[in-house]
T-cell receptor, first 115, second 112 residues
Framework: GAVVSQHPSRVICKSGTSVKIECRSLDFQATTMFWYRQFPKQSLMLMAT?????????EQGVEKDKFLINHASLTLSTLTVTSAHPEDSSFYIC???????????FGPGTRLTVL | KQEVTQIPAALSVPEGENLVLNCSFT??????LQWFRQDPGKGLTSLLLIQSSQREQTSGRLNASLDKSSGRSTLYIAASQPGDSATYLC???????????FGKGTTLSVSS
């Protein structure tokens, strides 16, 4: 089956620093990838849609200058949390869309803790 | 804007019981619906995917039904086991190429 990886799986950083999370589709090409955020005991909230070679589309209320998304290739999308603050601490999950079947495959998630 | 609601939010049952988890969505014009399982602190495991033209899907002890016109889906778990304890998430896709929209989930606890 299709596999999506995320790196790192867990990161702890100091307030004010930037953190980059990578999402890779390992055995298929993904023109479209999605980024979600999940707070404790909450559901997954869509943050943005990432399309290869173009600018990401952000959901209402998500700051595009704070959450930088780059989808530079058909197998890699990155999310950079800039100037991270404790309220950005969350579980970030990416998902890659397999075009032929329109099935979303999810990465294992990245736990971000901002001190 | 599509909204997905799951009832109940939490459920505790003894081992061996059959149970039903409910999912409703406000916009019936969906492309597909998917059920996932999430263990604490972990990612998502896809359980069943139902296309808009389908009425149900089955996998082992799991059966998911879809009534698109009424905006409802149910996940039926037969003969529950302690290993079934997890959060179950329902998600709908409005159109091909768009993102899944998730409900808040039902947290299931099965006691032995």
């Amino acid at each position: 089956g299709a596999v999506v990886s995320q790196h790192p799986s867990r990161v702890i950083c100091k307030s004010g620093t930037s953190v980059k999370i990578e999402c890779r589709s390992l055995d298929f090409q993904a023109t479209t990838m999605f980024w979600y955020r999940q707070f404790p005991k909450q559901s997954l909230m869509l943050m943005a849609t990432s399309n290869e070679g173009s600018k990401a589309t952000y959901e209402q209320g998500v700051e595009k200058d704070k959450f930088l998304i780059n989808h530079a290739s058909l197998t890699l999308s990155t999310l950079t949390v800039t100037s991270a603050h404790p309220e950005d601490s969350s579980f970030y999950i990416c998902s890659a869309l397999a075009g032929a079947s329109d099935t979303q495959y999810f990465g294992p998630g990245t736990r971000l803790t901002v001190l | 804007k599509q909204e997905v609601t799951q009832i109940p939010a939490a459920l505790s049952v003894p081992e061996g019981e059959n149970l039903v988890l409910n999912c409703s969505f406000t916009d019936s014009a969906i492309y597909n619906l998917q059920w996932f399982r999430q263990d604490p602190g972990k990612g998502l495991t896809s359980l069943l995917l139902i296309q808009s033209s389908q009425r149900e899907q089955t996998s082992g002890r799991l059966n998911a039904s879809l009534d698109k016109s009424s905006g409802r889906s149910t996940l039926y778990i037969a003969a529950s086991q302690p290993g079934d304890s997890a959060t179950y998430l329902c998600a709908v896709k409005g159109q091909a190429g768009t993102a899944l929209i998730f409900g808040k989930g039902t947290t299931l606890s099965v006691s032995s």
